[in-house]
C-alpha cells in the first residue's frame, strides 16, 4: 500500500550572506564527505526501525515537526509503500517489515518489484540469484543504476562485479531497515558512477533499545531451510547499543540437483549522545549458488528441434553425464545450441565494514564523515563439454596436435574458473547547513578499487570428479591459464546542493556533481596468439575521464496539506566500466588498437530526465472506501552515447584487424508515466495497484561491419511497455494476508524487434498467524506462509538479449513454491 510523507515544515526565515561561496570553499579544502542519501531524500519509517547512518537534520524535517495527518496516523493505514513528500524527484520505499512479508529473506532489489516502474526478475524466490538477475527501471538496466547500504557504494552488480557487492550480500535481508527506490538520476550525493536511470538505497536497522533475542525458522519446497538468530544489547552505558546476527540459508534448485547455501553474519554498534552519533557497522558473507543455464531461440543451425523448458545441469549423476557426450566429448547433435552442461556456480565471499561519525557542530551545521573497506574473494565455476562454444580452437593453441579428451581428464569435460578479487576503499564526508530559509548540503566521495581476473580451465578427470562446491584451484593445478588481468581505478565525485524555502509551500532545490574516474589495466598474463577470435592481445594502459558539471534542479508545491507537485531535471553520467575482459569494458577489447582508437572516440553515456509528479493523501468516506493516497509521474529522459559491442567498419577494421570494437551507436528517448496508489477500505483491508507506461526508443540506427542495423524507432528489448503490480491486504487481529499480483507486458528480445516474448501474470500469496500472549521468556510469536507462483503458469520469464535479430535466449518462470517461517522475540 502506498503511504505518502507528509511534507517539511518551513525553516524560518533568516539571513544566509556568503553561504553558498563557504561551502564551495569548503568543499576543495577539506574532505566534506557524502552522507548515504540526501538532505532532502530520507523517507519516513516507523518509530522502531531509524535508518542507519542518516544523521539527524539540524532543521527540523516532515517526519520531527510537521504534525502527521490523520489518514498517516491511523491504524487503519496499512503501511506498505512510503512516498517521500521531501523529494523533488520519484522516491518509494519499504520498509524492513514489509519486506519479510514478501518472502522472509527476500533480498532488497526482490523487495523492490511491487514498485511502480519496476521489472525484476532472478531464479530463485528470495531474489538472491545473481548470474541471472535483471532489473529494469523506466528501460534502464540492471547495470545503469546506481546502489548504496548506509551510503557504501555496492558498484552497478553487474555478474562477476569489478566495483562491488550485491545489497543481499552487503547486509541480512532480516536487518533491512528500508530500501528505496529514486527514479530518475538519483541523488547528488549518492556514491555511484552508474546511476543514469535512479538508485537503490539499502538502510540497515539499527540496534533496539531493549534487549532481546530474535528467531526466526523457514523451511519449504525443495529442502529449503533458513535459520536467522539476532541480538540486541538495548542500551547501556552511554548511548550505547549493538547488535549481532546470523543467519544459514540453503536451498535445492528446482530444476536440478544443485544447492543455493549461504553462511552470513553481520553487527552494529551506534553510540549516540548530544554530540553526535558513531555507528560502526561489519558484515561477513560466504555464499555458494548454482548458476541456471538459459534457452536458446533462434535460427542459427543447430538449434535442435524441440525447445526445452529448462536447460537443467546433469551434476550429480556422472555416469549419465559421460553417457551423454560422444567419444571426442560433444554433445548431441540434436540439442544444439541448448546442450546440458555438468555444473556451474558462483562462490563469493565478502568482508564489509565502515565507521561513520555524524557530527553536530551546532544546531544548524553537521559534519558526516564514513570510511569503508570491501573485500571479495569470488570465482565463477562451469564444467561442460570440451567440443562446443570455439572451445577445440582455443585448447589446440595450448596442446597443438594432442588429443584434447585425454589432456582435461578423459571425461570430456573441461571446467573453466572466473576467478576474481576486490579490494575496495573509501571515504565520504559531507557538511549539510541550515541558515535561514535555506540549506546548503555539500560533500565529496572518494574510492580506491584495485581488481583483479584470471580466466584459468582444469581438468575434469573421469574417475575423480570435483564438486562444484571445491574450487578446482584448491586441490588441482590448472592446465591453461588463459588471462590475468589487473585494474585499479580511482573515483572523486564533490557535489554541492542548496534547498531554498521560498515560502511554506515552495521549496527549489538545485545543485550540481562532478565525477572523475582515473582507470589502469594491466594483463601479466596474455592470451596466447590465435586462441581467442579476434583478440590479438588484451589492451593495457589508462583512461581518465571527467565529466566536471551534472545538474539538478527541481522544486516542489505544497498545493494543500495533501497534495505536492514535484518536478526535476537532473544529469548523469555512466563511467566506463573498468571490468578485466569482459562485458562494456575497453580492457576487452581484442588489442591495442582498439583500446587506443575507443579513448580517442568514445565517449561515456549520459541523460538527461525530467519528471514531473502530484503525490496525493486523503481520508473520506466514499461508501467502504476510508482513504486514499498515492503519487502520479510522468517523465521524460533523453539518453546520450548508447555503448554497444559492434563488428567494425571498414576504416576502424584497417587499424585494428578486425577485431570487435565498442562504440557510441546513437541515443534513446525514453517517455512514461507511472500511476501508483492504495485505495484503503476500513480498519482492515487495503489495495495497492501501481500501473506503469514505459516506451523507451532507440534514435538511431548504425552500422556492424558494413551492414546497417535498422533500430531507429524500435523499442529497447528486454523492457516491457507495459507493467502492472498490486497487493491486495487484509488484517483482522491476529491473522494477515496478502495477494500480490504481477503482469509484465510483451518484451522485445532483439535490438530490431524482429522477435518478443509475450505477457504474463503471475500471482503470489502470504498469509501469518501472530500468536497471542507470552510463553516465558518467548513473545511475538508469529507463524507465516509465503506462496510464490500461485498459478504455477510456465513459459518465458527473463529475456537475454543479445543479437540485433533472428536470435535471444530465455529463462523459464519458475514452479509455485511454498515457505513457512516461524518467529519469536525472546526475553
Known amino acids: 500500500m502506498l503511504k505518502l510523507e507528509p511534507a ?100 532488497p532489489l526482490k523487495a523492490i518489484q511491487t514498485l511502480p516502474g519496476v521489472l525484476y526478475l532472478t531464479a530463485d524466490p528470495w531474489g538472491n540469484n545473481e548470474q541471472n538477475t535483471q532489473l529494469f527501471v523506466h528501460g534502464f538496466s540492471t547495470q545503469q543504476l546506481g546502489y548504496t547500504m548506509d551510503g557504501v557504494p555496492l558498484g552497478d552488480q553487474q555478474y562477476g562485479n569489478y566495483n562491488g557487492l550485491s545489497p543481499q550480500r552487503a547486509v541480512i535481508s532480516e536487518d533491512v531497515g528500508s530500501v528505496t527506490l529514486a527514479s530518475g538520476a538519483g541523488d547528488l550525493s549518492t556514491a555511484s558512477t552508474s546511476n543514469l536511470g535512479g538508485t537503490v538505497t539499502t538502510l540497515s536497522s539499527d540496534p533496539a533499545k531493549e534487549a532481546g533475542l530474535k528467531f526466526a525458522q523457514t523451511f519449504g519446497s525443495y529442502s529449503a531451510t533458513r535459520t536467522y538468530l539476532r541480538y540486541d544489547t538495548g ?29 552470513q553474519a553481520d553487527g552494529k554498534f551506534v553510540h549516540d549522545d548530544s554530540n553526535g552519533k558513531l555507528t560502526l557497522f561489519a558484515d561477513y558473507s560466504d555464499k555458494v549458488e548454482p548458476n541456471e543455464d538459459s534457452i536458446y531461440h533462434g535460427t542459427a543451425a543447430g538449434q535442435g528441434t524441440v525447445l526445452p523448458y ?44 565502515y565507521a561513520k561519525y555524524d557530527w553536530k557542530i551546532s544546531d544548524g551545521v553537521t559534519w558526516s564523515n564514513q570510511i569503508y573497506y570491501h573485500h571479495n574473494d569470488g570465482v565463477g565455476v562451469v564444467a561442460g563439454p570440451i567440443q562446443v562454444a570455439g572451445l577445440p580452437a582455443l585448447f589446440s593453441v595450448y596442446y597443438p596436435g594432442q588429443n584434447l579428451k585425454q589432456v582435461f581428464g578423459n571425461s570430456g569435460y573441461a571446467t573453466r574458473t572466473t576467478e576474481y578479487d576486490i579490494n575496495r576503499r573509501g571515504f565520504l564526508s559531507s557538511v549539510d547547513w541550515v541558515a535561514g ?17 584470471y580466466r584459468r580451465w582444469y581438468a575434469l578427470d573421469v574417475n575423480d570428479p570435483t564438486s562444484p562446491y571445491q574450487r578446482p584451484n584448491d586441490s588441482l593445478q590448472p592446465l591453461i591459464t588463459q588471462y590475468n588481468v589487473e585494474n585499479r581505478t580511482q573515483v572523486v565525485q564533490p557535489y554541492v546542493s542548496d534547498q531554498w524555502f521560498i515560502t511554506p509551500e515552495i521549496t527549489l532545490q538545485a545543485g550540481f556533481k562532478s565525477s572523475f574516474q582515473f582507470a589502469n589495466g594491466q594483463v601479466p598474463t596474455q592470451p596466447l596468439p590465435g586462441s581467442t577470435v579476434g583478440v590479438t592481445q588484451l589492451p593495457v594502459g589508462t583512461i581518465d575521464t571527467r565529466q566536471k558539471f551534472l545538474p539538478q534542479i527541481g522544486a516542489t508545491w505544497d498545493i494543500t496539506s495533501q ?22 569494458s575497453p580492457w576487452s577489447l581484442g588489442s591495442q588498437a582498439a583500446f587506443e582508437q575507443f579513448k580517442q572516440n568514445v565517449s561515456p553515456e549520459t541523460s538527461w530526465t525530467e519528471e514531473l509528479g502530484l503525490r496525493s493523501q486523503h481520508d473520506f468516506n466514499f461508501g467502504p472506501i476510508s482513504g486514499i493516497d498515492g503519487q502520479v509521474s510522468v517523465y521524460h529522459v533523453d539518453f546520450s552515447n548508447r555503448l554497444l559491442s559492434i563488428s567494425p567498419t571498414p576504416v576502424i577494421s584497417s587499424i585494428v584487424g578486425g577485431a ?90 532483439t535490438y530490431t524487434n524482429d522477435l518478443s516474448v509475450p505477457s504474463y501474470f503471475l500471482l503470489s500469496a502470504q498469509a501469518s498467524y501472530a500468536i497471542p500472549g507470552s510463553f516465558g521468556i518467548l513473545h511475538d510469536a508469529k507463524i507465516s506462509l509465503n506462496v510464490s507462483n500461485l498459478l504455477q503458469k510456465k513459459g518465458a520469464y527473463e529475456v537475454v538479449v543479445g543479437a540485433a535479430s533472428g536470435t535471444y535466449n530465455t529463462y523459464p518462470i519458475p514452479p509455485r513454491q511454498f515457505f513457512v517461517t516461524f518467529s519469536a522475540s525472546f526475553f
Not at 557426450?325 to 552442461?341: D, K, M
Not at 548540503?441 to 581476473?453: F, H, T
Not at 497534495?563 to 569482459?582: E, H, M, P, S
Open 235 to 263: 542500551n547501556f552505558g552511554d548511548g550505547n547499543s549493538a547488535y549481532g546476527s546470523i543467519v544459514n540459508q540453503d536451498q535445492r534448485a528446482w530444476d536440478f540437483a544443485g544447492h543455493q547455501r549461504g553462511v
Open 660 to 749: 570487435p570494437i565498442i562504440a557510441n551507436v546513437g541515443s534513446v528517448t525514453t517517455n512514461g508515466v507511472d500511476i501508483a496508489g492504495t485505495l484503503h477500505f476500513g480498519d482492515h483491508f487495503s489495495f495497492y495497484d501501481a500501473l506503469s507506461y514505459n516506451q523507451s526508443q532507440y534514435n538511431d540506427n548504425y552500422l556492424s561491419g558494413t551492414t546497417v542495423v535498422p533500430t531507429s524507432g524500435k523499442n529497447v528489448p528486454g523492457s516491457p511497455e507495459w507493467l502492472n503490480k498490486f497487493i491486495l491486504s487484509a488484517n483482522y487481529g491476529a491473522i494477515s494476508g496478502q495477494l500480490v499480483g504481477d503482469y509484465v507486458g510483451k518484451v522485445y528480445a
Open 437 to 453: 530559509n535555506n540549506q546548503l548540503d555539500a560533500g565529496v566521495w572518494y574510492e580506491l578499487n584495485r581488481s583483479g581476473q
Open 8 to 107: 517539511r515544515s518551513f525553516v524560518r526565515p533568516y539571513r544566509a550572506r556568503l553561504l553558498a561561496a563557504a561551502i564551495a570553499t569548503a568543499l576543495i579544502t577539506a574532505p566534506w564527505i557524502a552522507t548515504n542519501v540526501g538532505a532532502t531524500e530520507v523517507l519516513a519509517t516507523p518509530a522502531d526501525v531509524t535508518p542507519a547512518g542518516v544523521a539527524p537534520a539540524a532543521a527540523p524535517t516532515a517526519a520531527q515537526d510537521a504534525p502527521a495527518s490523520s489518514s498517516s496516523a491511523s491504524a487503519k493505514q496499512l503501511d506498505s509503500v512510503v512516498v517521500s513528500a521531501k523529494s523533488t524527484r520519484s522516491a518509494v520505499s519499504l520498509t524492513g517489515k514489509e519486506i519479510q512479508k514478501i518472502q522472509p529473506g527476500a533480498s
Open 563 to 584: 497534495d505536492q507537485l514535484f518536478a526535476n531535471v537532473q544529469k548523469n553520467t555512466r563511467q566506463f566500466i573498468t571490468y578485466g575482459a569482459g562485458g562494456l
Open 310 to 353: 529448462t536447460r537443467a545441469f546433469t551434476y550429480p549423476n556422472f555416469p549419465y553425464a559421460l553417457a551423454y557426450l560422444g567419444a571426442n566429448g560433444a554433445p548431441p547433435a540434436s540439442a544444439g545450441n541448448n546442450y546440458r552442461n555438468y555444473y556451474s556456480d558462483a562462490q563469493r565471499t565478502d568482508y564489509l565494514t
